[in-house]
C-alpha cells in the first residue's frame, strides 16, 4: 500500500518559517520524482516545488522562488520543503505528490498528469 504522508504544518506569523516533510513507503522512492503543491480555501491547486530522482534538478512557482527550498532524502524516502519568509498568502493545505516521470520539470504543472500519488496534506497557516 503507498502512502504519503505529509507533517510539520501549523500556524506560524508572516516572516517566520516552517519545515514540511513527507515520508513515502509502499514505494521504491529514488525512481519517483517528487512534489510540493497546495490548495487554498475557495482556489484552485497550485504547484510550489518539485525536485527529481537525484535532486539536482528543481523547479518552483514564481511566487516561492527564493523564499522556499525543496530537498530530498532517498536513503529516509523523504521529501521536504523549507519555507521561509512566509506570507499570509502562503496559507493554505500542502500536499506532497509521487511523479512517475523522473523529472522535476515533468511536475511542474498544477493539473500534474503524471503524479501518481498523493498525500493527505498538512495545513499552514500564516497569521499576518
Known amino acids: 500500500q503507498v502512502q504519503l504522508v505529509e507533517s510539520g504544518g501549523g500556524l506560524v506569523q508572516a516572516g517566520g518559517s516552517l519545515r514540511l516533510s513527507c515520508a513515502a513507503s509502499?514505494?521504491?522512492?529514488?525512481?519517483?520524482?517528487m512534489g510540493w503543491f497546495r490548495q487554498a480555501p475557495g482556489k484552485e491547486r497550485e504547484f510550489v516545488a518539485s525536485?527529481?530522482?537525484?535532486?539536482?534538478?528543481?523547479h518552483y512557482a514564481d511566487s516561492v522562488k527564493g523564499r522556499f527550498a525543496i530537498s530530498r532524502d532517498n536513503a529516509k524516502n523523504t521529501v521536504y520543503l523549507q519555507m521561509n519568509s512566509l506570507k499570509p498568502e502562503d496559507t493554505a493545505v500542502y500536499y506532497c505528490?509521487?511523479?512517475?516521470?523522473?523529472?522535476?520539470?515533468?511536475?511542474?504543472?498544477?493539473?500534474?498528469?503524471?503524479?501518481?500519488?498523493w498525500g493527505q496534506g498538512t495545513q499552514v497557516t500564516v497569521s499576518s
Open positions: 525536485i527529481n530522482l537525484s535532486g539536482n534538478s528543481k
Open positions: 509502499g514505494i521504491t522512492f529514488s525512481t519517483y520524482a
Open positions: 505528490a509521487a511523479g512517475a516521470r523522473g523529472s522535476a520539470q515533468s511536475m511542474a504543472i498544477r493539473t500534474c498528469p503524471y503524479c501518481a500519488y
